[in-house]
């Protein structure tokens, strides 16, 4: 077997900020790394490339054993008791369960059989597999296949003929499973955008995530406490849920990412882009914390962070893998990069929400009229679109005459005042929403186009008199907040006939699916 070396290399800043670096070198496949998993006592590190896993002894970097399973998909140490057992998933359905033991001062892989083994594939053969995973504790497996189902399997590797259970709720093909670290939950997500949560005992739905941006092929997974939900929200955002699917926050990297990581601290998550960065950012602050810029002539190929430690494992296509240390990150101008609008200046969200509200309003209009007395009622739909909206509204309005109005009107003798300017319109807004602060306050910008009738309108005690209506072109653009279950708004309003008038509304809204 031709051998490369797996370069070990720490990074340490001297008193003068000059780098001081260390190799260690040790045989590795001559092959692409696909996948790097450390134990949780920092004891055993497995590196894999497309055809064999390699296990280490991480107190000396010395190689316990070579396993010859292709295609991995996932691997995981985990432990019972006082043994310490390696699960491998490969992507054509093989799970593959080894137990390994110290003795005389080494780690040894156990000889024979492997501890346990399973084949997750289709058994008739119909089904091609789309995605695999496994809980962290190896409590529960999950196979997705082309027919847009996915199988869990319950402790597949104790109980004979294991609990397992179908979900058929998906519409297209699922390309991401991921445990929670608990293995509580499961995450999957197909290429429509659409994610759900399910409980991993029951299968039973618990939470639906729509929008996920599924072109990077990132499965949606948890943070390592299993409380928030983590998925892309586009091509250069993330976004952190809740187990009901609301959206907390919603964090641009500026950069496409490529891989996500929750990391052993819950606040934090690594995240890898196009330009060979891990960017470590802090779910609290929504700022990143560190950056590992990756320097190499082969290509970047996988990631992992040490458990014991705050270094990275890179792994590349030529078979090496260089542990670096992540440095604190600061941009250009020594402030953090914070949200989605990348400005350091506060955290925006994107919202995703249906509504309805109800607004009363007034307008200063033109003379011979003062003003308007206007209702208004709007729907508004950003679900599927944020963080734009569109939606459709109707108003009515009574404009009342300034006091020099140009004319005096009589019935009889009698002296009557002048008409009022009765109209009514629809029309269809669009535009932009976002939130600066929390999940309770909005801002919206919008744009409004339509169609607006009126009439001047003689109301006297003994009847009326309506003149020939009009219908005019409506248009508006303003701006406005929602404050809970309270809108106002300011705009600026335009029709052919009275020309340009500024308006302000306030009113309830009701709000449902409102999600960041």
């Known amino acids: 077997m031709k051998k490369i070396y797996l370069a070990v290399t720490f990074i340490f800043l001297s008193f003068f900020k000059f780098p001081a670096i260390f190799a260690q070198q040790f045989p590795v496949r001559d092959g692409r790394i696909v996948q790097i998993s450390e134990d949780s006592s920092g004891s055993l590190l497995s590196v894999s490339d497309n055809s064999s896993i390699i296990v280490y002894d991480l107190s000396d970097y010395s190689q316990i054993c070579e ?60 089904k091609s597999l789309t ?48 445990f929670s670290r608990n293995g509580e ?48 929200e586009g091509r250069n955002t993330f976004r952190i849920s809740d187990f009901s699917g609301n959206t907390l926050y919603s964090i641009l990297t500026g950069r496409p990412i490529t891989a996500i990581k929750p990391l052993k601290d819950p606040d934090l998550i690594a995240v890898r882009n196009d330009k060979n960065e891990v960017m470590v950012y802090s779910i609290s602050s929504r700022r990143p914390v560190s950056v ?60 995703r929400f249906q509504s309805f509200s109800i607004s009363a309003g007034a307008n200063y209009l033109n003379k011979p ?5 206007n209702l208004r009622g ?30 005096s009107y009589k019935i009889g003798e009698q002296q009557i005042n002048p008409p009022e300017l009765l109209s ?50 409506f248009m508006s653009i303003g701006a406005g907040m929602q404050i809970k279950g309270l809108v106002f708004d300011i705009n600026c309003e335009y029709d052919t006939v009275g020309k340009v008038s500024p308006s302000i509304y306030a009113g309830c809204i009701f709000k449902w699916g409102a999600k960041k």
């Not at 494992?313 to 990348?342: C, H």
Request: hydrophobic share 40%.
């Open 369 to 373: 009229y003062l003003i308007s007395a």
């Open 424 to 473: 009514a319109g629809a029309y269809v807004p669009v535009g932009y929403v976002f939130s600066p602060w929390d999940n309770d306050v909005y801002i919206l910008t919008n744009f409004k186009a339509g169609m607006k009738i009126a009439a001047l309108a003689m109301i006297t005690s003994n009847g009326s008199v309506l003149d020939t209506p009009y219908y005019a072109f």
């Open 131 to 178: 995605a695999v995973s496994f809980s962290n504790n190896s409590d529960y497996v999950a196979a997705a296949f082309n027919d847009n189902t996915v199988q869990v399997h319950f402790r597949l590797r104790v109980t004979a003929g294991s609990i397992s259970h179908s979900i058929t709720t998906h519409k297209a093909s699922v390309f991401g499973l991921e």
């Open 292 to 351: 590992t810029s990756v320097s190499s002539d082969s290509e970047f190929t996988s990631f992992e962070f040490s458990l014991r430690t705050d270094v990275m494992y890179a792994g590349f296509a030529d078979g090496k893998v260089t542990l670096l240390e992540p440095q604190p990150y600061m941009d250009d101008t020594s402030m953090l990069v914070t949200d989605s609008t990348m400005t350091g200046t506060g955290n925006v969200y994107a919202n």
């Open 185 to 232: 939950y499961l995450a999957t997500v197909s290429t429509d955008g659409i994610a759900y949560i399910w409980n991993s005992y029951t299968s039973s739905l618990i939470t639906r995530i729509t929008g996920v941006y599924a072109r990077a092929r990132v499965p949606v997974c948890f943070t390592e406490d299993s409380v928030y939900i983590v998925s892309l």
């Open 378 to 407: 709007e729907y508004l739909y950003s679900d599927a679109i944020a963080p734009f909206f569109i939606g459709g509204g109707m108003f009515c309005s009574v404009g009342f005459p300034g006091k020099d109005f140009p004319a």
């Open 67 to 126: 396993l010859y399973d292709e295609k991995v998909s996932k691997m995981s140490f985990y432990e019972e008791g006082d043994s310490k057992y390696f699960a491998v998933m490969t992507k054509d359905g093989q799970y593959i369960v080894r137990k390994f033991y110290y003795s005389d001062g080494q780690w040894h892989c156990e000889d024979g059989e492997p501890y346990f083994y399973a084949d997750c594939a289709d058994k008739t053969g119909k």
